[in-house]
């Protein structure tokens, strides 16, 4: 049964922390693992990874994959209240044309003064 | 472009009833599909479909129909509401794989069944 787990469930951290967040996966027909940041509403895309050790960045926040060991962690550095969110991992299940994401539960983030 | 948009944002329904939840996008993207998202589990894929005529099941299908007519359309039907499908429904769209595969989310329905 293809799985996504994310650690931790949540993490409480004051403005400036740096944080590092877990994905690691089970899934047949591996595509790519895409990172999702959600607030109140729909998730919005943070990043798609591929190729194991190339680290994608954008602003504050990078990630990075692991094909071998099957993972993936989100890094959010010098951490900001709009950080508050849930983080979504998701992994995307080759079916020919056809896509289909498997998502883990997501680590809740609450950055604090 | 207005992207993804879902109607109803709320409804609530009582056991037994039938509803539409309704997605449109407006960027000419080929596949579709309808999430629900419960708390504590995460987004589970209900139904999909790769381009217009053509749709498939996902993880948790029963319960729920969907077609596909248009490029821009893609409905998702409740035949006959149950308390179990109170969730948070978001459809998302994207082009076929192409090595990108952004998948953009309308911003969901919220559903209660009594």
């Known amino acids: 049964e293809d799985k996504v787990v994310q650690s931790p469930l949540s993490l409480v951290v004051h403005e400036g922390d740096t944080v590092t967040l877990n994905c690691s996966y089970e899934?047949?027909?591996?595509?790519?693992l895409l990172w999702y940041k959600q607030e109140k509403k729909a998730p919005t895309f943070l990043f798609m990874l591929?190729?194991?050790?190339i680290e994608k960045k954008s602003g504050r926040l990078s990630s990075i994959l692991d094909k071998k060991e099957l993972f993936s962690i989100l890094n959010i550095t010098a951490t900001q209240t709009g950080d508050s969110a849930v983080y979504l991992c998701?992994?995307?299940?080759?079916?020919?044309?056809?896509?289909?994401?498997?998502f883990g539960t997501g680590t809740r983030l609450q950055v604090t003064l | 472009n207005a992207g993804v948009t879902q109607t109803p944002k709320f409804q609530v329904l009582k056991t037994g009833q039938s509803m539409t939840l309704q997605c449109a996008q407006d960027?000419?993207?080929?596949?579709m599909s309808w999430y629900r998202q419960d708390p504590g589990m995460g987004l589970r894929l209900i139904h999909y479909?790769?381009?217009?005529?053509?749709?498939d099941q996902g993880e948790v299908p029963n319960g729920y129909n969907v077609s596909r007519s248009t490029t821009e359309d893609f409905p998702l039907r409740l035949l006959s509401a149950a308390p179990s499908q109170t969730s948070v429904y978001f459809c998302?769209?994207?082009?076929?794989?192409?090595?990108?595969?952004?998948?953009?989310f309308g911003p969901g329905t919220r559903l209660t069944v009594l």
């Open positions: 960027m000419n993207h080929e596949y």
């Open positions: 479909s790769v381009g217009a005529g053509i749709t």
């Open positions: 998701a992994v995307d299940r080759s079916t020919g044309t056809a896509s289909k994401l498997t």
């Open positions: 591929t190729s194991s050790g």
């Open positions: 899934v047949t027909n591996f595509r790519s």
């Open positions: 998302a769209s994207s082009r076929e794989w192409s090595g990108i595969n952004e998948q953009f």
